[in-house]
């Protein structure tokens, strides 16, 4: 069967230091995937492998039948956009901060953005609702803001896929919730496909349509929430005490954390 | 048509307006002097004193002055692009040194008497080893931070002007001599090839700046967000510190070394018209020209008969203005 995207025995990393081994998995288009694991387990040393920052040691990683490894520079930013954890930009407007997003688009020697570039790059603020900050100096919006002209950015490459580090780190609630909601809702209209770093396991559960686990360096664990996100698979991978439930309202695993004194008494 | 472009069309006829004065002002000032009115007249004249002034020696210093203060503003420009601080520049990543070691050595061994051009490649060849030096130990490192990386540079200059010494202490008083002149710089050159060269492969150095207009704006990200953006870093930034290495390391053969300039225009068009570099590498380079076109004037005027070395210059207004730059806007001092 012809998945979207196929990761196969895939290994990458730093050779004498710390190397993925053994990842496989599927996606299928408009699937929204999350990453967990403790700190250390290769999540971003996977993304670094899928977005060929990092060379890959073996295996491969097809995207709609065609080698990633195989794709140009250029031919690979246009089908993958990755959104890193910090976005440091200085002074640089949201508007041109997106329009960078076209770059995998133009010629050789084009010198202008086409009217085209800026209709796409419109399109995306107005849908992360980054608009009203267009003129605005990237280094003068708040982390949650940035986050969100990333992702304008990121989409303004029209990617197949779009890979998130940690998108909701260092956020307050307010934001993180806002930024998973547009995630979700991008996943569900445009049907984009997204892998997803996340630490947070309640929003992992909550907001992604599937999970994969990482623990040293391989794969433990993928599957629907609930089947992930359980206590035994969680105590091993991230040696803490915990006990999943199931949120009421949503029907989703929530984990909850229990503190060594509690567990103490607890026995 | 965008606003940005409109506002850029309006800068580049800005600078290309300013050129323009200070090219008249440069003309027309100096021992002899011409008014601005009669330079034209003056030229049709061609057996005038005033004639063989312009021709002979104002217009080809005025050339090399474009030359020299376009190209290290240029490579100025492009050097920050690449690492991403406002700081590098050819003289204090120690470029300019190396340049100068090279030409030094040139003119020691006497490679130059073979043929003149041996000067201009010398000083290439000793960027571009001092570029990748700098480079690669910063890298080595595995990212230093902004202070170590400009430490290196100043430590390469003082290698360089340590191994400059010795060199002129063990050569001729002759060849002392063109050392000495030459390494104060000054714009005072005679020999007409050289001028050329160093115009041409100015202006070359442009052109193919131009062709890294995107790839520059993408590494205001950083290189692995380049990276992202399809953009080939590594051939990018090597190709790149080739270009600058020849822009420094002719201007530095003819004119010798030149601080500041480098630093002061690039960071001062940035401040003005933003950090776009498809705008930067122009009217970096225009700014560059004018710059220096006016400290050369300076330099020749103030204590004629006598002339300053334009480091003088340069360094004085560049290293100002600089310092006023910097204390005034904290938050603008920021690449990227």
Redesign the interface.
Known sequence: MNHFFKIEDFSCGYPGKFVLEDISFEIEKGDFVGIIGPNGSGKTTLFNGISGELETLSGNSKLKGKFIQQMSLKERAQNVAVVTQNIEVGSMTVEEYVLMGRIPYRRQFQFFETKNDFTIANKYMELTGVTPLKYKYMNALSGGEQQLAGIARALTQEPELLLLDEPTSHLDITHQVQILNLIRRLSNELSLTVLMIIHDLNLAGEYCDSLIMMQNGRMRKKGLPHEVLNYKDIEAVYNTVVITRTNPVSGKPVVFLVSEETFGKGE | M?RK?INWIFFIAALLLLLLISVVISLSSGEVKISRTELFAVLSDKNSIEYTVLTKIRLPRLILAIAVGGGLSLSGAILQGIYRNPLVEPYTLGISGGAALGVAIAIVFGFHAASFVILPISGFVGAMITLFLVYFLSVKKGGLSVNSMLLIGVMVSFVASAAMMFLMSITTSDNLQSIVFWVMGSLDESNMMLIKIAIYSSLAGLVLTY?F??PL??L???E??A??????TKVTVKLLFIVASLLTGIAVSVAGVIGFVGLVIPHLI?LII???Y?IIIGSSFIGGAIFLILSDTVARTIISPNELPIGVITGFVGGLVFIVVLSRSKS?F???
């Open positions: 965008q472009y062709f207009a995107q704006n993408a205001r990200l950083g692995m967000r990276k992202h953006l399809g953009i080939n940035r933003g950090n776009d498809r603008h920021k690449l990227n």
